[in-house]
T-cell receptor, first 112, second 115 residues
Framework: AQKVTQAQTEISVVEKEDVTLDCVYETRDTTYYLFWYKQPPSGELVFLIRRNSFDEQNEISGRYSWNFQKSTSSFNFTITASQVVDSAVYFCALNSNYQLIWGAGTKLIIKP | DTGVSQDPRHKITKRGQNVTFRCDPISEHNRLYWYRQTLGQGPEFLTYFQNEAQLEKSRLLSDRFSAERPKGSFSTLEIQRTEQGDSAMYLC?????????????FGEGSWLTVV
């Protein structure tokens, strides 16, 4: 069975704090892809990153970084020096053929 | 380059009425997807097209739901005899065909409220 678990339902931090969003996945595929999307209150799902199962290098993009560890089936997302504009629901997803398997999402609240 | 666009963005309808949503994908994308999302949940897959062919439909897609992509470009999702349980956001997305890792890009969604 394929599954994505985001155990943190909601996280609230004060602006400028660092915050990590957890994602754990299950799959029997040897080749797979993992994604993070951001969904602000407006509703649009904004693509953040894609990672394939053969690339375990961590990635940094500005204040965003991702830690992919196959040994623990995790693909965690860290925001450094958080800002109010980072407030949104963040989804982790696993690509299975033609569709995405989604986690339940983590609602991130950044307080000024 | 424009992203995925959806119309209308918001729709309020009375129970029993039919509604239709339109989606225009990113122009070079030949895969088009429909998802549904309710508050506090992740998106649920409904159906997808490759060009004009509808290749998969979820069990969630009851007989009241029909999707088309007649010329392999834009798509419509029609809900007949709407029910209050149909209230949700309907998301359209598109991607290139090919390997399963192609990124799926989403539109802003169409909010449906059935009263």
């Amino acid at each position: 069975a394929q599954k994505v678990t985001q155990a943190q339902t909601e996280i609230s931090v004060v602006e400028k704090e660092d915050v990590t969003l957890d994602c754990v996945y299950e799959t029997r595929d040897t080749t797979y892809y993992l994604f993070w999307y951001k969904q602000p209150p407006s509703g649009e799902l904004v693509f953040l990153i894609r990672r394939n199962s053969f690339d375990e290098q961590n990635e940094i993009s500005g204040r965003y970084s991702w830690n992919f560890q196959k040994s623990t089936s995790s693909f965690n997302f860290t925001i450094t020096a958080s800002q109010v504009v980072d407030s949104a629901v963040y989804f982790c997803a696993l690509n299975s053929n033609y569709q995405l398997i989604w986690g339940a999402g983590t609602k991130l609240i950044i307080k000024p | 380059d424009t992203g995925v666009s959806q119309d209308p963005r918001h729709k309020i309808t009375k129970r029993g009425q039919n509604v239709t949503f339109r989606c225009d994908p990113i122009s070079e994308h030949n895969r088009l997807y429909w998802y549904r999302q309710t508050l506090g949940q992740g998106p649920e897959f409904l159906t997808y097209f490759q060009n004009e062919a509808q290749l998969e439909k979820s069990r969630l897609l009851s007989d009241r739901f029909s999707a088309e992509r007649p010329k392999g470009s834009f798509s419509t999702l029609e809900i007949q005899r709407t029910e209050q349980g149909d209230s949700a956001m309907y998301l359209c997305a598109s991607s290139l065909e090919g390997f399963s890792g192609n990124t799926i890009y989403f539109g802003e969604g169409s909010w449906l409220t059935v009263v």
